[in-house]
C-alpha cells in the first residue's frame, strides 16, 4: 500500500502524555536530590563546627608558646573559656569566652590521661605548645561530631560525624 502525501502527518508538538511523563521523571529526580542536598548543608555547619573549636585549641597552642606560660581552655556553663593558668593583672579584663554554647549545643570533655577520677573540665596547653591527649564531642543542632587532640602536636582529628 502506497500512501499519498496528504495522508501522512508531521507532528510538530509533544503529546500530553509525553509533557507528563517527562514532569514526573524531573519531580522524581528532584525528590531523590534533596535530602541528599540537606545533607550536604548539615555536613557542612557540622564542619563549620568542628572548625571553630579547632581554631580555639590553635589560639591556645599559639598563646602558650609565646606567652611561655600555660594556657587553659576552660568548660564553664556559659561557654569555653580561654585563660592562663596563673592570672596577671592584665589578664583579667580579657576573660571572655571564646565559643559560646546554646541551649542545644553541648561540647563534653574527656581526659584518658587525667590522674585523678573526675578531673576539672580544663585542657592545659604547655609553653611547649604540648596538650594533654583529649578526646572532644559536640552535639548541636546540624548533628554530632567527635574528635581526638594528640598530645604533642596538639592536632585534632575528626573521628567520627553524624549530620542530622
Known amino acids: ?40 548543608f548539615a555536613e557542612d555547619s557540622l564542619r563549620a563546627s568542628f572548625d571553630d573549636f579547632d581554631a580555639i585549641t590553635r589560639e591556645a597552642k599559639k598563646r602558650a608558646m609565646a606567652e611561655k606560660r600555660t594556657i587553659l581552655l576552660v568548660w564553664t556553663k556559659d561557654g569555653i573559656l580561654l585563660t592562663p593558668e596563673v592570672l596577671q593583672a592584665e589578664d583579667e579584663a580579657s576573660l571572655t569566652p571564646q565559643l559560646l554554647f546554646s541551649d542545644e549545643v553541648s561540647v563534653a570533655l574527656e581526659r584518658p ?26 552535639s ?24 542530622r
Open 1 to 40: 500500500m502506497f500512501l499519498s502525501s496528504k495522508m501522512r502527518r508531521t507532528r510538530d508538538a509533544f503529546t500530553l502524555f509525553e509533557v507528563m511523563l517527562a514532569v514526573a521523571i524531573a519531580v522524581m529526580l528532584l525528590v531523590i536530590a534533596i535530602p541528599s542536598m540537606s545533607g550536604l
Open 113 to 138: 590521661a587525667a590522674l585523678v577520677k573526675d578531673p576539672p573540665l580544663e585542657w592545659p596547653f604547655w609553653p611547649s605548645g604540648a596538650c594533654e591527649p583529649v578526646r572532644v564531642s559536640y
Open 140 to 163: 548541636g543542632a546540624p548533628g554530632k561530631w567527635t574528635a581526638e587532640y594528640e598530645p604533642l602536636t596538639a592536632r585534632g582529628t575528626l573521628t567520627a560525624s553524624y549530620p
